[in-house]
């Protein structure tokens, strides 16, 4: 039987977690102050969480050689990653920036955990490898598990964008609009992301 190293926390992993927590700062700076260099900071510094992201999740998939969205810690840095490229793909399809606002909490929380989890169940923590994590092969079921990751990811963009219209909707019937009117996109903008 063979079974699978225990991978530690990657290095990247943790710069993309930090670089997220400085994207969602930057969302908030953009919030309080509402200048385009706060919204353009925040913007780049998630993408450049999403490269690290991504590196990270390159190098768990060469260590255990398979899918990281079979393992069952990475699995929930997988769906971190998609939600972001989900964020960065709905920000180039309908400009809609603030998007990160609603998103980048979730994709923080999901790698927080994955990287704790990391430290905990890793091979830093003397557990045998593997532990936790049937062997499981095939690229059927990879693939299966990485495209249930992504309709995971869709999942939580829709509830961000839903999120937004409650908002949005919200300061229209309010008589008195809040800055959160003159930032957030369209009602039907919103409803054609959610669809």
Not at 4 to 9: C, G
Not at 23 to 48: I, K
Not at 157 to 162: D, E, G, N, V, Y
Request: glycine residues 10%; positive net charge; charged residues 10%.
């Amino acid at each position: 039987e063979e079974q699978e190293r225990a991978v530690r926390p990657s290095g990247f992993l943790g710069v993309a977690l930090a670089l997220y927590g400085a994207s969602l700062a930057c969302y908030a700076g953009y919030l309080v102050r509402a200048r385009a260099g706060w919204l353009r900071a925040a913007f780049w510094t998630a993408v450049a969480a999403f490269a690290g992201h991504t590196i990270a999740l390159i190098r768990v998939a060469v260590e255990i050689g398979r899918s990281p969205s079979l393992n069952a810690y990475t699995s929930l840095a997988f769906f971190a990653w998609a939600v972001v490229l989900f964020a960065l793909l709905l920000n180039l399809r309908y400009s809609i920036r603030l998007v990160g606002l609603f998103v980048v909490p979730i994709a923080a929380v999901a790698l927080g955990l994955t990287w704790a989890l990391g430290r905990a169940f890793g091979a830093a923590a003397g557990l045998p490898a593997g532990a936790g994590n049937p062997p499981v092969y095939g690229f059927g079921l990879a693939a299966h598990a990485s495209f249930s990751f992504l309709g995971y990811a869709g999942f939580a963009l829709s509830f961000a964008a839903a999120c937004m219209y409650l908002a949005q909707e919200r300061q229209i019937h309010s008589h008195h609009p809040g800055a959160l009117f003159e930032r957030l996109p369209a009602l039907g903008m919103l409803e054609r992301v959610v669809y």
